[in-house]
T-cell receptor, first 114, second 111 residues
């Protein structure tokens, strides 16, 4: 069966520090991968998605970046965090089709920038 | 930009009653999906309805889709305290392998 791992679960970082959040998927090949951010009590904002190794689509201009160094690994990074980067970050995967397959989410990382 | 918008933002009902949540969207879609999120957790997929379908059932869930009105509804029948969660609709964007989520409905089931 497929599983998705996302870590860390919580993170407190000072403004200006770097960020690296990692997400890995097991039990499937060539998945679509996604990073979403959720502000408190709000909906999900799509940040990045990837349909293959090295292929990254950015949805929102910001100081975050994403990389996909391996087929089942998706990394969210920042060189210098802002207060506005605080939020709940969710990684998800789906089957790689053209028909918008259901997403399978990790348990999220709650990031607090102080 | 957000595509799906849920209504109401919050809903509180008694256990055993039915809960109805609505979703509106703006552009052409491949499908529409509903997800559930317990507090502080990731989302869980509930049900998917394709653009050429009008109604779909899964257990106590019933979803309708009206593409002419660009709207969908999620009905949870015979609600239980364990149904307390936030519910989100998400639209599959034609031509892109991504889902756009709405703001969600916070459902509270009172015992």
């Amino acid at each position: 069966s497929q599983t998705i791992h996302q870590w860390p679960a919580t993170l407190v970082q000072p403004v200006g520090s770097p960020l690296s959040l990692e997400c890995t998927v097991e039990g499937t090949s060539n998945p679509n991968l996604y990073w979403y951010r959720q502000a408190a009590g709000r909906g999900l904002q799509l940040l990045f998605y990837s349909v293959g190794i090295g292929q990254i689509s950015s949805e929102v201009p910001q100081n975050l970046s994403a990389s996909r160094p391996q087929d089942r690994q998706f990394i969210l990074s920042s060189k210098k965090l802002l207060l506005s980067d605080s939020g709940f970050y969710l990684c998800a995967w789906s089957v790689n089709t053209l028909n918008n397959s259901p997403l399978h989410f990790g348990n999220g990382t709650r990031l607090t920038v102080t | 930009s957000q595509q799906g918008e849920e209504d109401p933002q919050a809903l509180s009902i008694q256990e055993g009653e039915n809960a109805t949540m609505n979703c509106s969207y703006k552009t052409s879609i491949n499908n529409l999906q509903w997800y559930r999120q317990n507090s502080g957790r990731g989302l869980v997929h509930l049900i998917l309805i394709r653009s050429n379908e009008r109604e779909k059932h899964s257990g106590r869930l019933r979803v309708t889709l009206d593409t002419s009105k660009k709207s969908s509804s999620l009905l949870i029948t015979a609600s239980r305290a364990a149904d307390t969660a936030s519910y989100f609709c998400a639209t599959g964007v034609q031509g892109a392998q991504k889902l756009v989520f709405g703001q969600g409905t916070r459902l509270t089931i009172n015992p």
